[in-house]
């Protein structure tokens, strides 16, 4: 695949998911925090990527990137991919790459489930409806 494709996948799939968590708002309807949250993480997900790659350009303290990951898995994979192609930071290295896809399918699995019956409910207790 080359460069070019990776860069719109990178743009594609991160606007495709919240704009479906966004539609599913209206649809199932899920609480609009889960909205706000996935909005939010996402963005905090793609200042901490550019954060580590300032840190990474000048020998400075760096974030681990098992926190990377596990803002990922919190449900921060969309801002991440987006920040890896945009900082061009954390896409050569395979064993991350590989990590952070495992995060991303989790955490999609996750919010699958959360559109279940029970997803509904357990996400219900937890936003107090």
């Given at each position: 695949m080359n460069r070019?494709?990776?860069?719109?996948?990178?743009?594609?799939l991160?606007?495709?998911f919240l704009s479906f968590v966004g539609f599913s708002v209206f649809i199932i309807p899920v609480p609009n925090e889960l909205f706000y949250y996935y909005a939010a993480i996402s963005?905090?997900?793609f200042i901490a990527y550019g954060l580590d790659k300032n840190a990474a350009q000048n020998g400075s303290w760096r974030i681990s990137e098992s926190s990377l990951n596990l803002i990922s898995l919190a449900g921060g994979w969309a801002g991440a991919l987006f920040a890896q192609?945009?900082?061009?930071?954390?896409?050569?290295?395979?064993?991350?790459l590989l990590s952070y896809w495992i995060t991303a399918?989790?955490?999609g699995l996750f919010f699958i489930w959360l559109l279940t019956p029970q997803g509904l409910i357990f996400l219900g207790g937890i936003v107090g409806l």
């Open positions: 070019r494709k990776i860069n719109n996948i990178a743009l594609i991160p606007v495709f963005v905090f997900s192609h945009f900082f061009r930071h954390k896409t050569r290295k395979k064993s991350f399918i989790l955490n």
